[in-house]
């Protein structure tokens, strides 16, 4: 797993861990507000919890984007050396992809999170919970 971390370079993948950690504390916090039924009475509490699927595709995106700037990079070098096999260009593309499947990743589990937490919220609402 720590390979795939510095294969996928270690900026965006900081990048994209320090937003999944924001993602956890925003999802921390409303969890909290939902548990003690404080959330109960905010009447826009659905429209905050879709924060996090935001958030989530944030993250999706900024994994995107370090592919796109990996690939860039990639083809920068690739240009100056004029000849590469059709192996070394698939190795590359395999680990400019690292990033994007991390940010999906992450944004799977935001989608997963909010679909969880809007469940609780509205079985609490209607006095299931």
Do not use: R
């Not at 924001?22 to 826009?44: D, E, H, P």
């Not at 990033?99 to 809007?118: P, Q, R």
């Amino acid at each position: 797993m720590k390979e795939l971390f510095y294969m996928g370079g270690p900026l965006f993948m900081v990048i994209l861990t320090v937003l999944l950690f924001i993602l956890l504390a925003v999802t921390v916090y409303f969890a909290m507000l939902i548990g003690s039924g404080k959330a109960a009475g905010k009447v826009n509490f659905p429209h905050l919890l879709g924060y996090i699927k935001d958030i989530g595709l944030f993250i999706f995106i900024t994994g995107i984007l370090g592919q796109l700037v990996g690939l860039v990079e990639a083809f920068k070098a690739i240009e100056q050396a004029m000849d590469i096999s059709p192996s070394i260009m698939a190795g590359g593309l395999k680990v400019s992809m690292i990033t994007t499947l991390y940010g999906m990743l992450i944004y799977l589990i935001s989608i997963l999170i909010w679909f969880v937490l809007d469940l609780w919220y509205h079985k609490t609402v209607n006095g299931e919970g």
